[in-house]
């Protein structure tokens, strides 16, 4: 079995704050674990190097789209209980309209194209939070038809976000920022 052994120049860049995120512990055999559970990675998916897309609230971490998507799905719900929403009156091409600035910002910032901020990040998660609501009330409140379609664009935006960012060999990067996270906290297979 390859121990897993961490460069302290790569540690330093998987975490821009001292004491925040995983804290590596050496076992004997010169792997690497985390010294307790992350369970803070129920509330961010990002690893430490991208702790500047996250709300902090003192040591938690709780993504700003995220925290976007779960408001504008509750904002769905309560002007949906509140019959403010008259959903059988707006148009089929308006919720598909509502993921796109996500979408925009998300490929446009990991192009490096701009440098987005936690207000852009969160206003437009609102924005795909309300669509996917909309979308899951559709689906299963009696118009299965548009509500897969509904579901299906969301599908189809996420995928080409994707497909951009593997032509400008940028997907790569992505993922591997999130893989040699895992890789440091979880250890090596799993340890």
């Known amino acids: 079995m390859e121990a897993l052994t961490l460069d302290p120049l790569e ?23 985390s010294s307790s559970i992350q ?19 003192r040591d938690l971490h ?5 925290t976007g998507i779960i408001s504008g799905g509750v904002a769905f719900v309560c002007l949906l209980l509140t019959s403010l ?6 148009p ?37 939070g309300f669509a996917i609501a909309w ?6 409140g009696g118009r299965a038809v548009q509500g897969i379609a509904m579901i299906a664009w969301l599908a189809a935006l996420e995928l080409t976000a994707a497909i951009i960012l593997r032509a400008a060999g940028r997907l790569d990067q ?3 920022r999130y893989e040699k996270a895992v ?6 297979k799993g340890n």
């Open 174 to 176: 992505f993922i591997e």
């Open 11 to 33: 540690l330093k860049s998987l975490a821009r704050k001292p004491n925040v995120g995983f804290v590596p512990e050496p076992k004997e055999d010169g792997s690497t674990v």
């Open 135 to 140: 979308g899951m009330y559709t689906l299963f």
């Open 39 to 57: 369970w803070s990675m129920l509330l961010s998916h990002h690893p430490p190097c991208d702790y500047d897309h996250t709300f902090q609230v």
């Open 183 to 188: 890789r440091h906290t979880v250890g090596p």
């Open 85 to 90: 929403l008259l959903l059988r009156t707006i």
């Open 92 to 128: 089929l091409w308006v919720p598909l309209l509502l993921p796109i600035p996500a979408v925009i910002d998300f490929a446009t910032h990991e192009l490096g194209w701009w440098q987005s901020n936690n207000f852009v990040r969160w206003t437009s998660g609102v924005t795909l």
């Open 62 to 66: 709780i993504c700003a789209r995220c």
